[in-house]
């Protein structure tokens, strides 16, 4: 099991560059996702990483603004988001398993606490 903790979350105006952070409790061969859930809606995914960071993969409608990447020796993995957009307003969960195909993280995953990301028009 790998514990999640989230954090760079927070308000900026449209058009600005935010980055999160996902640190890791432990160094197990987890791939790594980041999903988003907006209020009122279900949670969606975003982007997701492989243990090796060697592929990674992307929800249409971040792709070109959004960069994942992971730093194995320090176990954290971040989510670079530039060109915000008002509709990128959610709050934002990092996932790991062990277990992934080229466009999902598969079951089980494991949760962060969320990170909430708001952008002003």
């Known amino acids: 099991q790998v514990q999640l903790v989230e954090s760079g979350g927070g308000l900026v105006q449209a058009g600005d560059s935010l980055r999160l952070s996902c640190a890791a409790s432990?160094?197990?061969?987890?791939?790594g996702g980041w999903f988003r859930q907006a209020p009122g809606k279900e949670r969606k995914f975003v982007a997701l990483i492989s243990w090796s960071a060697e592929a990674t993969h992307y929800g249409d409608s971040v792709k070109g603004r959004f960069t994942i990447s992971r730093d194995k020796a320090n176990a954290t993995m971040y989510l670079e988001m530039n060109n915000l957009k008002p509709e990128d307003t959610a709050v934002y969960f990092c996932?790991?398993?062990?277990?992934?195909?080229?466009?999902?993280?598969?079951?089980?995953?494991?949760w962060g606490q969320g990170t909430q990301v708001t952008v002003s028009s």
């Open positions: 996932a790991a398993s062990r277990y992934y195909n080229a466009t999902h993280l598969l079951p089980p995953l494991f």
């Open positions: 432990g160094r197990d061969l987890y791939a």
